[in-house]
């Protein structure tokens, strides 16, 4: 009797648990309604992470990554290339020297039947001036002073300075999305909601259903007439993760064709080697450099003892000893790349100072160089480097990656590291109040040009805040950014990369590559893995 | 405080139970009474410490854009999204938004708050369900064969197994369960709720209870019930796999306990078989404190799901909360707090009720 | 009173020190439990003594004469557990992992004793509407999940500061808030029963200091069930410390090692076959905790005359009202609510 009531307990706890791995394997065989097949559409997975969906409101990857498919653009790149050219704009040029014309094509309409005239692209821009979102973009428009149409196609912007050569990229920047002035607030933003209801797109798609932060799914829009061209793929989900490795395995058994932006090294790696799956490298705008805090660092010009000779020795030294190449293989497992200079490699004017004036002169580390640069200077080693890092900001590798750097800088003798990490919006406090002599900091650009890693940082009131200070970039940097020949450009772009080498506000160091894994068969992926640094769904196709 | 020893001798607390209970007086009914108010000051003092405790870590806007922006502007952002006023007047502001209702719009994604809480809540109500039903289904019967064994091999394992169900980390197990049942076997997905498909299904089909298991029995779509249980079995597996442990400890303790009862020595003197005395008098009464230890596994479950949601990237409230930690969305946070310590507040008004309800001696 | 710190005063022998006195106790599989986790809590504790000296390498090292380790090596003659991700040893890093672990369990169960037993005295012995709202407060916090104080607890008490004492610390403390209360329950309990002891009348009546008397009987009896709660304690700070590890929450890999954080970044390892980066850790983790809770409940089955194998005459009253369930559950009175 005993044994029986046992029995009948477990068989209980047996039923329910089979009832469970019923329901397991019930439909295990369609994987979940994903994966390829269907030539008409495509499920991409991210884990990046949308903000909002309106322009005046978001100002971070996830959320533009969005408005690219959706919204057009005055200006955008095309497929496989950085620069910029009219995308539902007819022509867009400088009438004078601070008058920017842009004239848009005829006819264009948003999917929900709204015009799109003048009146739209005006409104957008005043918009996003008058709302000023703490999160927005708006910081971008700097140099615009108004913009007004002059009827229904022609859009005159009036700028603060002349010959801006940055503006037409700003109109293909977060900041330059066009939205309806029929279905978007004037004063505040607009609910992601109320701007899928609404229909307000006029981008190769339209978005029939959103749920934030889980799925967007896409629809070809017929009435788009701009640059980028009519979507080779009809439907588009997305669907986003939290956990990159989540994103991994789905993408690995088929659940997702598509798999852009961020997955682990180690995932890239092991998937690498897998025939199911290709992985796609293209060039990234993502840098990685070590600034240098030239009021803190070792002999900084508010230390006891400040001399500037001695301290540019440390950071030549620093430089000569960094081994690009091992974290980029150990850290990053090709992931990233080296980077020898400020404006990253797939861009114009891209360049290599550093390989040529530090290390062993082909990219690999020189101690005996960073010794003797010390030496020469007269400053007495181990120098005592306190070095920071953010633990939270740029993934989960830079504790490696910076573990790694102070074993190459502790390897030679010449430094002793203090290495440490704090999270990120204390991190952010603290390096512009000068408390932090050395740390990491990365940076993605806000539009494809060499002067989105210049003037942020080089300029005397930068966004570093780290008392760098030379006139003469200071004068190049303005003065390429009104240049309007191009090679003349290229030529002072290179030049002021010369001269900061030569200071070392900061030392680059890696540069990241953009990574789609793609299920085999789905095509078109490296036409828009470019230097525009925009994953556009329409150049997909299931194949 | 020094005075302690100079007591001002009030009646002393007598001896026995029963005579205290007389003491503190009241009686059942306003004894519960101030329990219920009491819930009041303790949500309110969690939200508190949790609006001052959060502003000492920084804001969202340097959250979002400390890495892009120079100082200068970033101060001006800072300033006006109005975090540089005093934390005074950002609290009482945020206090009289509460007493109005109005518990905030979060900072990063924009969504008011009640709105977070109800998607995410349900998600996590979903979830804890599930887990429990686990617990349950694992956890009681093997808890009885344990307290029928007790002393022998079988009952070792069964309570070695229990401890490791609690020893083993939800996140660690998670990540065993989505190799075996995900990576290698290929049974089930690895994470998320629902497929994107399944998801767009639900989105048309129309506002539904953010219960995806209704949801989907709501659309009569067979395949959609089996697809939204098979996102759901590894999840609360790891969850009830947890909670399991302990009632598998607590039904064979209380087993053991009414088995040698003397009621139950009476009337297995009486010649009642072993077995219809495991069922028939043991049974019950040791369910009575399990029924009101489920109330109290509720803190445990969602400790649990911040971490088996965050796994399985279950979007509930502790996946979320997780989320807005790190963007530093106090608002959304503060929310958050807010309602999981009502709703550990209130069920544990509701065990302290039950419990009152069986058993008069029971009081503080 | 704050700062009268009550020594207990004891007249026993070694023979009736808490665990030793229930290892004498008892008898068969109960007692193949307790010393098997007694036997685990002293690797334990002994690895983390020793562990520079069986550690092959330092917790936050990457290269050696021959250069680095290099990332993700599987296990090898040089590395017998292997590298993690980050290019450290997994060995290594699982036995200074022991270190942390202590680290934490030792601070937080100090604090948590001594702000317990202070309150639970002070409540107990005043009682009054100070005591309800400790009483109150107490139940507040104990239910209110662990993790989520801890993870608010790491980033306030850390300043950001992902170090080893900063870890620690957030940790440690986040535990003792959420166990405070269990200490608090039971020497609260304890005071307001002997406070109306005859003895302690009389002693009132003669004028000794009641304070005295309390603290020395208090902690005589609670020290009963005190060890169940302490090793209940330990386990919870060693799986809040690894959740906080895990959460990202954690102690960099330079100040630390730490089991949570290599689980982390462990993770996408897990899925692309290397398996050696997150089973020791994560074996480590479930190890400790296994042998402080089984000496835990073998403790709480001894303490308690109907679950002890053999029974025994119980040779002082039951411990104090608590049964405490590991894991962060609470079943406060629930054995005391049967019939």
């Known amino acids: ?543 | 405080m020094t005075t302690a020893t100079q007591d001002p001798a009030p009646p002393a607390v007598p001896a026995d139970a029963p005579a205290a209970r007389r003491r503190r007086g009241g009686g059942l009914g306003s004894y519960l009474l101030v329990r219920a108010l009491l819930i009041i000051p303790t949500v309110f003092i969690l939200v508190t410490a949790v609006f001052f405790l959060m502003r000492t870590t920084g804001d969202p806007i340097t959250a979002s854009l400390g890495g892009r922006l120079p100082a200068d502007q970033l101060a001006e952002r800072i300033r006006e999204a109005g975090y540089d006023r005093p934390l005074l007047v950002q609290y009482l502001d945020y206090l009289g938004g509460l007493l109005r209702g109005d518990f905030g719009t979060t900072s990063t994604d924009r969504r008011p708050v009640t709105e977070v809480l109800t998607t995410y809540g349900a998600a996590t109500l979903e979830l804890a369900v599930y887990g429990l039903l686990v617990a349950f289904v694992i956890g009681i019967p093997l808890g009885m064969v344990a307290a029928k064994v007790r002393d022998r091999y079988p009952d070792a394992i069964l309570r070695v197994f229990a401890i490791l169900c609690y020893a083993t980390p939800v996140f660690f197990a998670g990540l065993l369960l989505k190799l075996v049942f995900s990576v290698w076997l290929d049974w089930l997905p690895v994470a998320g709720r629902i497929s994107t498909r399944g998801q767009i299904q639900l989105n048309r089909n129309g506002a539904g209870t953010g219960i995806f298991l209704i949801d989907a029995i709501s659309t009569g779509d067979g395949d959609l019930v089996v697809e939204v249980l098979r996102y759901a079995v590894l999840p609360s597996i790891a969850l009830g796999l947890l909670t399991a442990g302990v009632f598998l400890r607590l039904v064979r303790t209380n087993m053991i306990g009414t088995l040698g009862a003397g009621y139950v020595e009476a009337a297995r003197s009486r010649g009642v078989s072993e077995s219809r005395l495991v069922r028939k008098h043991a049974y019950r009464p040791a369910l009575i404190p399990i029924i009101t230890v489920i109330g109290l596994q509720v803190a445990l479950v969602l400790s649990g799901a911040v971490l088996t949601e965050t796994t399985f990237e279950w979007r509930g409230l502790g996946f979320q909360l997780g989320q807005y930690l790190q963007a530093r969305d106090f608002v959304a946070v503060q929310g958050i707090v807010a309602l999981l310590a009502v709703i550990v507040a209130l069920t544990n008004f509701v065990v302290d009720v039950v419990a009152a309800l069986i058993d008069p001696r029971v009081r503080y | 009173m704050a700062t009268a710190a009550p020594t207990p005063v004891r007249r026993r022998t070694w023979r009736s020190l808490p665990v030793v006195h229930q290892l004498r106790q008892s008898v068969g599989l109960q007692r193949g439990m307790l010393v098997a986790g007694l036997t685990i809590t002293g690797v334990f504790v002994l690895t983390a003594v020793f562990a520079p000296l069986l550690a092959p390498y330092g917790y936050g090292q990457l290269r050696d004469a021959d250069g680095t380790f290099g990332a993700q090596q599987s296990p090898s003659a040089e590395h017998w557990l292997g590298t993690t991700v980050g290019g450290y040893d997994v060995l290594s890093r699982v036995l200074y992992g022991t270190r942390t672990a202590l680290f934490v369990i030792v601070v937080a169960i100090l604090l948590s004793i001594v702000a317990g037993v202070l309150l639970g005295l002070v409540s107990g012995y005043l009682g009054g509407w100070l005591d309800r709202v400790l009483v109150v407060v107490a139940d507040a916090v104990y239910a209110f999940p662990s993790l989520l104080l801890a993870i608010v607890a790491a980033i306030v008490i850390s300043g950001g500061q992902s170090s080893l004492v900063g870890g620690v610390l957030a940790a440690a403390i986040s535990i003792t808030v959420v166990f405070i209360p269990q200490y608090f329950r039971v020497v609260r309990a304890e005071t307001v029963r002997i406070k109306s002891e005859a003895f302690v009348e009389s002693a009132r009546v003669v004028g000794t200091s009641t304070w005295r008397i309390m603290t020395r009987h208090v902690l005589r009896n609670a020290t009963r069930s005190l060890p169940l709660i302490v090793t209940l304690n330990a386990s919870e700070a060693i799986l809040t410390l690894a959740g906080l590890g895990f959460l990202g929450f954690g102690i960099q890999p330079t100040a630390a090692a730490e089991w949570g954080f290599d689980l982390n970044r462990s993770i996408s390892d897990v899925t692309s076959g290397i398996w050696w980066t997150s089973i020791f850790p994560g074996s480590a983790i479930v190890l400790t905790v296994l042998g402080l809770t089984l000496v835990g409940e073998s403790l709480n089955d001894l303490a308690d005359p109907r679950l002890r194998a053999r029974r025994r005459a119980a040779d002082a009253p039951p411990p104090a009202d608590v049964a405490v369930t590991p894991g962060g559950g609470l079943a406060a009175g629930t054995e005391g609510v049967l019939p």
């Open chain 1, 1 to 543: 009797m005993q044994r029986r009531s046992t029995r009948r307990v477990l068989a209980a706890s047996a039923a329910t648990l089979t009832a469970l791995s019923v329901a397991a394997c019930g439909s295990s065989d369609d994987n979940g309604g994903g994966g390829s097949g269907d030539g008409d559409s495509l499920l991409i997975g991210t884990s990046d992470k949308v903000t909002t969906i309106d322009p005046a409101g978001s100002y971070d990857n996830g959320s533009f990554a969005v408005m690219n498919q959706v919204y057009p653009f005055l200006m955008n790149t095309p497929l496989g290339s950085p620069d910029v050219e009219p995308d539902i704009a007819e022509s867009a040029e400088f009438t004078s020297p601070t008058e920017y014309t842009v004239v848009l094509k005829d006819g264009l309409t948003f999917a929900n039947g709204n015009e799109l005239t003048a009146s739209d692209v005006v409104f957008t821009f005043e918009r996003m001036v008058a709302i000023n979102d703490p999160n927005g973009p708006a910081s971008l428009l700097y140099n615009m002073d108004s913009v007004e149409a002059t009827d229904d196609t022609t859009v005159v912007f009036t700028l603060k300075t002349a010959d801006d050569q940055i503006f037409p990229q700003i109109l293909s920047s977060p900041a330059g999305p066009i939205v309806d002035e029929d279905v978007f607030s004037a004063d505040a933003l607009t609910s992601d909601d109320d701007i899928v209801a609404g229909n307000a797109f006029a981008g190769p798609y339209v978005i029939t259903d959103y749920e934030l932060n889980t799925l967007v799914s896409y629809t070809a829009n017929p009435d788009y007439q701009g640059l980028l061209g009519a979507p080779k793929t009809e439907n588009v989900d997305v669907t986003y993760y939290a956990d990159a490795s989540n994103l991994k395995l789905d993408i690995e058994q088929g659940n997702i064709d598509v798999a852009f932006r961020s997955l682990s090294a180690t995932d890239i790696d092991d998937l690498r080697g897998n025939d199911d799956v290709e992985v796609v490298d293209g060039p990234g705008g993502e840098i990685r450099y070590i600034v240098f805090n030239f009021d803190t660092q070792p002999f900084g010009a508010t230390t006891a003892e400040a001399d500037p000779a001695k301290a540019l020795a440390v950071r030549q030294a620093v430089a000569d000893l960094i081994d690009r190449q091992e974290i980029a293989d150990q850290v990053y497992r090709g992931t990233y790349t080296p980077l020898y200079s400020y404006v990253p490699d797939g861009l114009t004017g891209a360049a290599t100072p550093l390989q040529d004036m530090y290390g062993d002169g082909e990219g690999g580390p020189d101690a005996d160089a960073a010794a003797q640069a010390l030496q020469a200077a007269g400053v007495q080693t181990p120098v005592q480097l306190s070095l920071q890092y953010s633990n939270d900001h740029y993934g989960p590798s830079s504790g490696d990656e910076y573990a790694l750097i102070k074993d190459q800088l502790e390897a030679t003798g010449l430094f002793e590291v203090d290495l440490q990490t704090t999270e990120w919006t204390q991190y952010s406090e603290d390096r512009t109040a000068d408390v932090y002599p050395a740390y990491q900091l990365g940076w993605f650009p806000d539009y494809s040009d060499a002067d989105n890693y210049l003037t942020p940082f080089f300029l005397q009131e930068n966004f570093l805040g780290n008392h760098y200070d030379n006139q003469q970039v200071n004068d190049l940097i303005l003065q390429q950014a009104s240049t309007p020949d191009a090679d003349e450009r290229t030529e002072l772009i290179e030049q002021i990369q010369d001269l900061v080498a030569q200071d070392l506000s900061t030392v680059p160091y890696l540069q990241g590559a953009q990574v789609a894994v793609v299920r085999t068969g789905v095509e078109g992926v490296s036409d828009t893995l470019d230097a525009s640094f925009k994953f556009r769904y329409g150049a997909l196709s299931a194949g």
